[in-house]
């Protein structure tokens, strides 16, 4: 897939109070803006089943270009006027058993939760203020910008490319202050817009690099990955890789979205989708826990009414299926030799997963375009990355130190899952069309069937926080 926010989308539905945006994306923001810092990441849609593959950026359908909502919609407002569900921040918390660990002080206090970004967001401090203040959430201890790859570029709410990064920004910082709200923020915004291959991983490295350096942060979220193809050669990727060696050197945990192509992702052009099972780095990197995307289905109150299964909406508007699959560059890592009949010789990813889908988007709230002031929705695994960096902040602070490379525990607690908060996920998978390329062609990429255990599709599934986060906290790192 493109180095970008991983997975856009919008919806085109008119209702009393406008148009309704659906995107998916990460976000991140800050309080206070520091020194410099770049990350790249070019912007990225996603092709839908029987629709042509369009050239990845942050897609914001939206043909009526009608306002947004003037107040946060419910599941059931969704569902009457969208055809799908939507989640504001208590049904998730209710759906994941986070007030459980709320309640006792166990939010992330003492953490800080890092958000890469391509550019950020000129409004993400008031926009996650107002978000906090409907919600009923506190403000994060801190939340500050840096530009530690270099000063970017002075935002333009016409230009698609930044509109996008911005509200992938937006995404990012409110949905895991929603999961670690006692959690400090620092988003490192960069001045590059990543597309395929090698281009603005450079910027990504030296920012988070930086970050490492200086001790700014316990986890990392990046809502990003470029299709391992697309790389000149393997050489390529591993030459970009110091800012995961320096993460593991200094215990600092790295996590990424695993895309929102299913078994395939983008090519090299941005505009054709490849016609084979493909990966995307960084997720498939062993030194980064990669973060599939599960689809939940929730009442208006939070209570689940099915069980959650792998995302896989392709029929929604603007829908996708979570990555996964094995990559090409990255041999077996010891942490899945024991499903290596699952991966075979390969790194294969996700490792866990959280709420990704379309149909089951989250509200966000966001004022840089001011022609669409209000409250979106937003889905794919830009969304899970960051909601589990919450998750990660809240075991660091309970572990009483930062975890580090988590891979180890998250195999290790797959063994006892009634006692370890892993929920395996046995249901959909994350086959992907179809889709017509430019030459006209159109293809479906099979992809994996989720199943008892690890699986391709889900990875180790999903999470009880209550029970995930203090047996995460004390598992040994073997």
Known sequence: MALRPVRWLAAATVVATGALSLVVGTTAGALTTAATTA??????????????????????????????????????????????????????????????????????RGKTIVIVDA????????????????????????????????????????????????????????????????AKILLEATPVSETEGVQGFPEIVKAENYAIDHHLGDVISQSFGATEQTFPNNGAIMSLRSAFLNAANHNVTVLASSGDDGATDFQLNLTDLYTMRVNSWPSADPLVTSIG?????????????QPDVVWND???????????????????????????????????????????????????????????????????TSEASPEFAGVVAMADQLAGHDLGNINNRLYLLSHARNLTGEVDVTQGNNTFGPFTNSDGTTHTVVGFDAGPGYDLASGNGTIDAAKFVPALAFTPNF
């Open 119 to 182: 550019f950020g967001s000129p409004t993400i401090a008031h926009d996650l203020q107002v978000f906090d203040q409907t919600f009923g959430l506190p403000d994060p201890p801190s939340f500050t910008v840096r530009q530690d790859a270099g000063p970017v570029p002075p935002f333009d709410p016409t230009n698609s490319d930044m509109a996008g990064w911005a509200f992938e920004t937006t995404l990012d910082v409110e949905w895991a202050h929603v999961f670690a709200p006692g």
């Open 39 to 108: 990350t790249a990441a070019t912007a990225a849609t996603t092709a839908t089943a029987a629709a042509p593959a369009t050239a990845p950026h942050p897609f914001h359908s939206d043909p009526s270009n009608g306002k947004a909502l003037a107040t946060p919609p419910t599941t059931s407002f969704c569902l009457a006027n969208f055809g799908i569900h939507c989640y504001q921040p208590f049904q998730l918390t209710k759906a994941y058993n986070l007030a459980a660990l709320h309640d006792h002080g166990i939010d992330g």
């Open 314 to 380: 392709l029929n929604s508007v603007g829908g996708g299926a979570g990555g996964g699959g094995q990559s090409s560059v990255f041999p077996r890592p010891n942490f899945q030799n024991d499903v290596r009949s699952v991966t075979g010789n390969h790194r294969g990813t996700p490792d866990i997963s959280l709420s990704a889908a379309v149909d089951g988007a989250v509200v966000v709230y966001y004022t840089f375009d001011p022609t669409r002031v209000g409250y979106h929705l937003v889905g794919g």
């Open 293 to 305: 995307g599960t689809m939940l289905t929730l009442d208006d109150n939070g209570n689940r009414t």
